[in-house]
């Protein structure tokens, strides 16, 4: 089988062209819609092929794990899915499988969007007991932004204790960059060759939109997101076994994988399942999400109290109607209000979100209430972080980083 | 500055195209010509825009080193650089250069023709005592065959033996193999990075004749032969020196160092300078080189004496005429026939050469007599390296291939 010929009939065919008629656009680099209430993500699931998470599996994977899902799983916030099922059956007979995510570091500040991958992650770590892969693509980074090397490399160390912050457990826990690793795993870069033998420039400027004015580096770079899907790239934690993996991360990384799900039989490892989640909205609301180059568009995770009440009062995009009388008589618009989404994001009690719900929609809640809810609900989470980040020193990282076994049963 | 623009007026730029016309094809995966008497290495010279290797700088090197030139040299075996002269002012300025060669391991079996760079490289390393690196591209191989990574990785240490049986020096010399090197040295991937985020598709196209069917690793594979021109990628070496480096190769590796060369001044490293060699040519003449597919093409450093003596009288091209009586009165073509290339090459002994030359080209010496002289020439180089190569144990090639600091002035 030639390469050329593997492209037929795999998930990443066809995929990049359908995006170009659409009014939402969403690949690894850019996420707009040309929406006020933001991407269609029904129409996402049926462009990109995957499944939608819905009230079956939620139900099974509540019957495996036997304790309620996290709230981004009810609430939506993670939506779609590929080879859940495959996980979860894995689980009820007793086999292994690993928890895969990463971060491109392109600023040294996170913002509370980043967190969210890295959060239900780590409630599914705590939840299966298992190991985790973290990725940080400093080199991604540094062919797509104008940073240099030693820049991305800091900024990854900068990012990993962010992340670190959250809470992850340290024996449980594998935290590395690309720019690193790579010079201290040989398995590393054997495995990013084997992709690359398998994938052609046809398949990458399909899946990706690639051009010929591009960079060499750019064209290559999808194995290197890819490699950490297979168990033997980590064979300082797994040995020599070849167990499956499930990859949480935001619906535009989609693309990585559906390439890496077409090559894995051809490469000998299983295709790594999938858990999707929606964009977290800039503040000035979801036609694009929270981005850290948009200094206005984010809560950072290194914001003051007064910082994140000033921009949520002053740029967070309001549902609310234009007078008084008026938001009295309709009621605000959750669907585009972006402190109630913020509330959905991050307020962790469903009855208490129920009444700002009905509250804010029906007139009782204005905008200036639900916008100082949103500000109380955050000011403490971002608070804790900051706290918490500080306990985080290069010790503590380079523990993290360290090639090292994991416990995992 | 965009990566486009930096194709202006580089060395590297419509090279490729002015090869479609010629009667020659020279690049690093096919040599071949129309011509009996093989590449026109002249026209070589300025397609590619090197210098020719003229006497006037084989004075000056025989000047600064202050001993005569290697056979391979005073015989025009090389015979075009890309300054020769930086590297020569460095050495009478005192100050420090390096060596850099290598070998894409394609089979376990190297023949003659492979160890011509190697042979001219130790030389020019005991003339100017300066420290080595040889690259092993296992990972090149196994984009460009159909090898699996861990039979490149295989054939790269048998190869390493049989290049570290030449004499060449352990404390002077390290030997890599990408696909091991690149997991134990940080800085390798890195380089990789700097050089493949000045590189677009469109310029290796234009370097390499890559289409957008080509594997995504082949597209990316010329930036790791490129990284050894950097003595940054070896800091265990060179610590932070930023020093010049000297690359001598057969010329079909010219489009690498073309490229490399291009982009040295964004990356912030000497452009390399180079010492190109002609081909060895195949036993069936000089319209290919000699290829380690085609066995009986090639005399192996693993043939018997036995071996050699068949295949030079079997399949070696003879430049003699068809009959006694007619070869008596015309003589023998030198320029075409294989055995006596193979003692241009491989005779050491001028004057012994300056007789045979005579004696064939007059008539006196037959077809059979100047194979009969090539094969005693070169059976007892084969035997010797035989027995060197057992010398080469594992632990042997390690202590080569290990990290370390090596001697230089």
């Known amino acids: 089988m030639s390469a050329e010929e593997v492209v037929n009939g795999m ?11 659409d009014d939402d656009h969403v690949d690894p680099w850019s996420v707009t819609s040309k929406n006020d209430a933001g991407i269609d993500y029904d129409k996402l699931i049926k462009r990109f092929g995957s499944s939608k998470l819905d009230d079956e599996i939620l139900a ?5 794990t036997g304790k309620p899902c996290h709230r981004f799983l009810r609430r939506g916030i993670f939506f779609s899915h590929r080879d859940l099922h495959t996980i979860l059956t894995l689980r009820e007979q007793g086999k292994p499988f690993f928890l895969y995510t990463g971060r491109g570091p392109s600023s040294g500040s996170m913002h509370l969007g980043h967190l969210v991958p890295f959060i239900i992650t780590k409630w599914i770590q705590e939840t299966f007991d298992v190991p985790l892969v973290i990725q940080l693509t400093d080199d ?24 670190i912050a959250l809470g992850f457990d340290v024996r449980k826990t594998f935290v590395f960059s690309n720019l690193d690793f790579m010079g201290r795993c040989p398995e590393m870069y054997q495995n990013i ?28 770079f999808p194995a290197a997101q ?18 499956h993996c499930l990859i949480p991360c935001a619906i535009d990384q989609d693309p990585y994988f559906r390439m890496t799900r077409d090559v894995a039989p051809r490469v000998g490892f299983p295709k790594p399942a999938l858990l999707h989640s929606t964009f977290f909205p800039a503040l000035q609301g979801a036609k694009s999400k929270m981005s850290a180059s948009d200094p206005n568009s984010a809560i950072f995770l290194t914001d003051t109290p007064k910082q994140i009440k000033t921009k949520i009062n002053k740029h967070a995009f309001s ?20 402190p109630y989404q913020l509330l959905k994001f991050f307020l962790d009690d469903d009855e208490e979100l129920e009444r700002v719900r009905v509250a804010y929609s029906t007139g009782q809640m204005l905008s200036g209430e639900i916008k100082k809810k949103a500000v109380e609900t955050l000011q403490p989470i971002v608070e804790e972080h ?24």
């Open 193 to 220: 060759i084997r992709i690359q033998r398998c994938v052609t420039f046809n398949q990458v400027k399909g899946i990706f939109g690639f051009g010929d004015s591009d960079v060499i580096g750019k064209i290559g």
């Open 319 to 338: 549902g609310g109607r234009d007078t008084v009388e008026e938001h009295r008589t309709l009621g605000g618009d959750t669907n585009v209000d972006v």
């Open 60 to 64: 099974r994977f509540e019957k495996v």
């Open 386 to 409: 900051q706290k918490q980040r500080k306990l985080v020193t290069d010790e503590v990282l380079n523990e993290f980083m360290s090639l090292r076994k994991l416990e995992f049963s």
């Open 226 to 243: 890819a490699v950490p899907c297979m168990s033997s790239t980590f064979p300082f934690i797994f040995g020599k076994k070849n167990i």
């Open 11 to 21: 998930e990443s065919l066809g995929v990049q062209e359908k995006q170009e008629e």
């Open 140 to 163: 991604e980074k540094s062919l797509w932004k104008d940073l240099k090397v030693e820049e991305t490399m800091k900024l990854a160390r900068e990012n990993a204790k962010d992340i």
